[in-house]
């Protein structure tokens, strides 16, 4: 059963179109990887369905629901989040401040504080707080702030930040970049963990395309804009039309 539909989603700056009525649908469970050349328009359609960017045209429906243009912290209600491309983080604050107060957003619906009471009197904000820094694995660092994190670690609180919502489905945008070899193959367990341990649906931009193929249920290539294909990995992967728009027709 899908969780995620698009039906002819468009966005157009100007002239440009940088999505180009793309129908994609992602199933319940899995994870989902889009791939495609820079400029393919991979960042602008994640930014279309979670909120970040207005569609020009087309419809986007989460669980059956219609949230076409609905704004970003209304989609994270709604149960969908994301991690950026680069770490979104508090650094002067505490691992566990950072993950705290996305979960109170979460959970609460906005930052609606109530001054006779202490965030840590919030017993389910919490519970949550705790559940997810365990989740990604810093919950032993939850004391240290932020900026004193390694690289890798930052990305991981980064997705901590990101599931505090306890979403549905999980954006996770180019989470590798910029990480060792030892750090790539961490996050590739995490993501494993992710969707075993939480039940995450999740949808992947990526350029590593080992990790791709290790870790994708499903794979979308874009194409300027356009979706030229969206089947399981092998079938991407021996897609003739898919090696020359991705890599001038060097074998995947």
């Known amino acids: 059963m899908s969780l995620l539909e698009t039906q002819d989603l468009v966005k157009e ?14 199933e319940r469970g899995t994870v989902h990887a889009i791939i495609g050349p820079n ?21 986007v429906e989460f669980d059956g629901e219609d949230i076409t243009g609905l704004p970003s912290h209304e989609t994270v209600q709604r149960g969908i989040s994301k991690s950026f491309q680069t770490a979104s983080i508090f650094p002067s604050m505490t691992v566990y401040d950072n993950v705290q107060i996305a979960a109170f957003g979460g959970e609460h619906g906005s930052f609606r504080f109530n001054f006779l009471k202490r965030r840590d009197d919030y017993e389910e904000v919490a519970a949550v707080t705790e559940r997810m820094l365990r989740s990604v694995e810093l919950w032993e660092d939850r004391h240290e702030e932020a900026q004193n994190l390694p690289y890798g670690d930052k990305r991981r609180l980064e997705i901590g930040i990101a599931l505090a919502s306890e979403p549905e489905l999980l954006f996770m945008d180019e989470p590798t970049a910029g990480m060792s070899p030892e750090e790539t193959e961490e996050t590739v367990d995490l993501i494993e963990q992710l969707r075993e341990d939480l039940g995450l649906t999740i949808v992947l931009v990526e350029h590593d395309m080992e990790l791709i193929f290790r870790v994708a249920d499903r794979i979308a290539v874009l194409h300027r804009g356009q979706v030229i ?19 001038g027709g060097v074998e995947i």
């Open 229 to 247: 294909a969206d089947a399981a990995p092998e079938e991407v992967k021996g897609d003739p039309q898919v090696q020359e728009a991705y890599l």
């Open 13 to 26: 700056f100007g002239g440009l179109t940088a999505v180009d009525h793309v129908n994609l649908s992602v």
């Open 39 to 59: 400029g393919a328009g991979k960042t602008t359609f994640i930014n279309c369905v979670s909120g970040l960017l207005d569609p020009t045209s087309g419809t």
